[in-house]
Nanobody, 124 residues
Framework: QAQLIESGGGSVQAGGSLSLSCAAS????????MSWYRQAPGKEREFVSA???????RYADSVNGRFTISQDNGKNTVYLQMNSLKPEDTAMYYC??????????????????WGQGTLVTVSS
């Protein structure tokens, strides 16, 4: 099973920026809709942003206008550019992959649903 691997987390001051990356460890003959979620201590995991196979994007209201999701199909990588970071953005950020064809069990099993997470800490 291929792994989703996130990177780019770190510690920044409020108002700063970070760019997160997520890529599969192996090339797969599958198409996935990609998304980012985050989970702060003591809180539920929440949706942040998503991009589908056609490049259409969605954002949570809390990050809309500050975060930008994008993908590089050639590198099979999805990115999350985070600007104007706030302390409330502090969380573990997770990458999620969903097969374009929801019922495609082979593609589902070929790749982990969730990455291991990358920690983002924003100090005031």
């Amino acid at each position: 099973q291929a792994q989703l691997i996130e990177s780019g987390g770190g510690s920044v001051q409020a108002g700063g920026s970070l760019s997160l990356s997520c890529a599969a460890s192996e090339y797969l003959y599958c198409r996935y809709d990609m998304s980012w979620y985050r989970q702060a201590p003591g809180k539920e995991r929440e949706f942040v942003s998503a991009i589908d196979s056609d490049g259409r994007t969605r954002y949570a209201d809390s990050v809309n206008g500050r975060f930008t999701i994008s993908q590089d199909n050639g590198k099979n990588t999805v990115y999350l550019q985070m600007n104007s970071l706030k302390p409330e953005d502090t969380a573990m950020y997770y990458c999620k992959a969903d097969p374009v064809v929801a019922g495609d069990r082979w593609c589902r099993n070929a790749l982990n649903t969730w990455g291991q997470g990358t920690l983002v800490t924003v100090s005031s």
